[in-house]
Nanobody, 120 residues
Framework: QVQLVESGGGLVQAGGSLRLSCAAS????????MGWFRQAPGKGREFVAA????????HYGDSVKGRFTISRDNVENTLYLQMNNLKPEDTAAYYC?????????????WGQGTQVTVSS
């Protein structure tokens, strides 16, 4: 079983920065696309950012473009999200997602989430 473990969340004032990490582990597997999603209380899950296997192609949700940067380290099997100029509306639980192939089977995996709270 592939495990994704997020870290780096916390409480920050508006205008501040945080860097989220997502470490993948679980034996022998290949990681393809990875991404970040978030969910605020009472709202549905929202796409934040995604990155392809090589790291050369990235996509962002409109609400975070120009403020967040997604990156990955394929040696360490770790995904990152640098969040700058944070706003109160960025408050949410942030979830890591990865498309992984393990023993011939490809599927989505999700982390348990890390809370980001931005105070005004």
């Amino acid at each position: 079983q592939v495990q994704l473990v997020e870290s780096g969340g916390g409480l920050v004032q508006a205008g501040g920065s945080l860097r989220l990490s997502c470490a993948a582990s679980g034996g022998t597997f290949s990681i393809y696309a990875m991404g970040w999603f978030r969910q605020a209380p009472g709202k549905g899950r929202e796409f934040v950012a995604a990155i392809n296997r090589s790291g050369r192609s990235t996509h962002y949700g409109d609400s975070v473009k120009g403020r967040f940067t997604i990156s990955r380290d394929n040696v360490e099997n770790t995904l990152y999200l640098q969040m700058n100029n944070l706003k109160p509306e960025d408050t949410a639980a942030y979830y890591c997602n990865a498309v992984c192939k393990r023993y011939g089977s490809t599927r989505d995996y999700w982390g348990q989430g890390t809370q980001v709270t931005v105070s005004s």
